[in-house]
């Protein structure tokens, strides 16, 4: 899936469970993403960073926080304020933030509550 | 505010006919666009973007798209189709504030019968 690495493939969390979602890249891309996946309903961003050091909210971002201290990392912690975290959680990166580029994607990783 | 539409939830077509996948969009100014398809469980792959340019763009797996502006479209087609098509396709759209996020449409489920 184009250099990006998302761990683990499922995961499960308990109520009042914080957990994290892996995302790894060694494409030597500037910019990553984390986007949701629930079905019928496309895929909606959570978070996005630019650069190392610097994120920004998405559409979705209440919930779920991020960090971006190397640039080839950006892991997603799910916390117990996301009441409803059951969906496929998608990772990507592009080379930069320009209009014209491409995202890679990683495989993903489905979080379930139990 | 950018958005894009995919009118349909389900194509079925048999294999070997020609398929269209259909994606409305909206934007303010120039519209950057993308194809992208996933299969069961798995990340999105790239297929075609339009920039600029011929308002045919060719792709991988030997998809193609036609831009039409009047339309406001980006109709995703092959001229044969094979059951190994069968996926879940995504058009998407730039955001227009150039941080090099992807708007998504809800996605169209494809599929092809032998």
């Known amino acids: 899936d184009g250099g990006i690495t998302q761990s683990p493939k499922y995961l499960f969390r308990k109520e009042g469970q914080n957990v994290t979602l892996s995302c790894e890249q060694n494409?030597?891309?500037?910019?990553m993403y984390w986007y949701r996946q629930d079905p019928g309903q496309g895929l909606r961003l959570i978070y996005y960073s630019q650069i190392v050091n610097d994120f920004q909210k998405g559409d979705i971002a209440e919930g779920y926080s991020v960090s971006r201290e190397k640039k080839e990392s950006f892991p997603l912690t799910v916390t117990s304020a996301q009441k409803n975290p059951t969906a496929f959680y998608l990772c990507?990166?592009?080379?930069?933030?320009?209009?014209?580029?491409?995202?890679?994607f990683g495989s993903g990783t489905q979080l379930s509550v139990l | 505010a950018q958005s894009v539409a995919q009118p349909e939830d389900q194509v079925n077509v048999a294999e070997g006919n020609p398929l269209t996948v259909k994606c409305t969009y909206s934007?303010?100014?120039?519209?950057?666009l993308f194809w992208y398809v996933q299969y069961p469980n798995r990340g999105l792959q790239f297929l075609l973007k339009y920039i600029t340019g011929d308002n045919l763009v060719k792709g991988s797996y030997g998809f193609e798209a036609e831009f039409n502006k009047s339309q406001t479209s980006f109709h995703l087609k092959k001229p044969s189709a094979l059951v190994s098509d069968s996926a879940l396709y995504f058009c998407a759209v730039r955001d227009a504030s150039n941080t090099g996020k992807l708007i998504f449409g809800q996605g169209t489920t494809l599929q092809v019968k032998p």
């Open positions: 494409l030597n891309h500037d910019a």
């Open positions: 990507a990166s592009s080379i930069h933030k320009g209009a014209n580029e491409k995202l890679f």
């Open positions: 934007v303010s100014g120039n519209p950057y």
